[in-house]
């Protein structure tokens, strides 16, 4: 029994390993891949998905040429479940990752990313059947209906973005102060390990990335706003039983940042040249808002150090974690919006 937990940690372990030299060297392999596979028509779908996540991603890294480039990284494998029954074999184990961007200086930290294989023995060898863990390249749209309603959206969101501009420059700047260095700070401190002695943590219950950058923008000196008349007019928390939408629900939130006029949250959309320290990006659109991050920090472009090249992120996400910290922007879909913070009204 034990000689065969091994083997099935060490299919993993090698997989694992192949999948992100593979994306840190920008360099996709079928053949390397494939044999970890089951060849059942369920591992040989589950191949494919896989093949087509990565070299998305891989396209995706490779335009920016050797920015996003990375030397095999540390991995630490937290093995939570082995269940063998027979033939078959439920493993849950969650993945810490430290790796090295060229062109980032420090290291981007990536914890508790939640992965769910199914695993068949093929003879002598265990080969995966499934592997279901949270990846933002994974999503890929085939239906022309689906093409065709993300078409009429993409022109719904050029409309609300066009009125939502307009009103942005008569948003002046407010006279509650964004203490951006405190959120950042709070935002390093929090990233990896959640400050569960003071907020509850949305992990287990579809997410903590809004959940966290509003306590990030909290500590920073935006205060609860009580006023409004509707829920989604205020933001604030106190508790799982009292606390509004907008605290911790990527698509709340976004609703709350764009349309307070009076007490509290200051913020207008922005663009990559307009980001600060302690400003948000959120992935999606105006219209399908998927994720929250906070800027912890800023990459300028090695010929004039007036344009930013990227950001840096810090961020809490979905089911189980993926918690990170120094997390290229570049490296996520491009499908974003970004946020500046201004301050607050008192």
């Not at 509707?230 to 106190?238: C, E, F, L």
């Not at 799982?240 to 709350?256: C, E, L, Q």
Request: hydrophobic share 30%.
């Amino acid at each position: 029994m034990k000689e065969e937990v091994d083997q099935i940690k060490n299919t993993i372990t090698r997989y694992i390993e192949t999948y992100y030299r593979m994306l840190g060297n920008q360099d996709y392999n079928p053949y390397l891949l494939k044999d970890y596979f089951a060849y059942s028509l369920k591992g040989n779908h589950s191949f494919v998905q896989e093949e087509i996540a990565l070299k998305n991603r891989i396209n995706h890294n490779s335009q920016l040429a050797n920015y996003l480039l990375f030397e095999q990284p540390e991995i630490d494998i937290k093995w939570r479940l082995i269940n063998k029954s027979g033939r078959q074999c439920q493993v849950h184990m969650g993945l810490d990752i430290k790796m090295q961007y060229r062109g980032v200086e420090d290291y981007t930290t990536i914890k508790n990313l939640e992965h769910f294989f199914t695993l068949t023995q093929e003879g002598a060898i265990w080969r995966i059947e499934e592997d279901r863990y949270e990846n933002e390249f994974k999503c890929i749209e085939i239906e022309d209906g689906k093409k065709e309603k993300k078409k009429k959206n993409r022109k719904k969101n050029r409309k609300n973005k066009e009125w939502l501009l307009m009103e942005r420059e008569e948003k002046s700047q407010p006279k509650g102060i964004y203490m951006r260095e405190k959120a950042v700070a709070y935002a390093k401190k929090y990233a990896i390990t959640p400050n569960t002695k003071e907020w509850k943590n949305y992990e287990e219950w579809g997410g903590d990335c809004t959940n966290f950058v509003s306590q990030c923008l909290f500590e920073g000196n935006i205060p609860f706003d009580h006023q409004g008349r509707y829920i989604n007019d205020k933001w604030y928390w106190y508790s799982d039983h009292y606390r509004t939408p907008s605290f911790t629900s990527a698509t709340a939130f976004k609703d709350y940042m764009l349309r307070n006029k009076g007490f509290g949250l200051v913020a207008r959309l922005g663009s990559l040249q307009t980001m600060q320290l302690g400003d948000i990006v959120q992935l999606g659109d105006l219209q399908v808002t998927t994720h929250s991050m906070i800027v912890v920090d800023i990459v300028k472009d090695e010929n004039d150090i007036n344009v930013t090249k990227d950001l840096l992120i810090a961020q809490h996400s979905g089911v189980g974690g993926i918690r990170g910290y120094n997390i290229p922007l570049s490296s996520k879909p491009n499908a974003r919006v970004y946020y500046n913070i201004l301050g607050y009204n008192p």
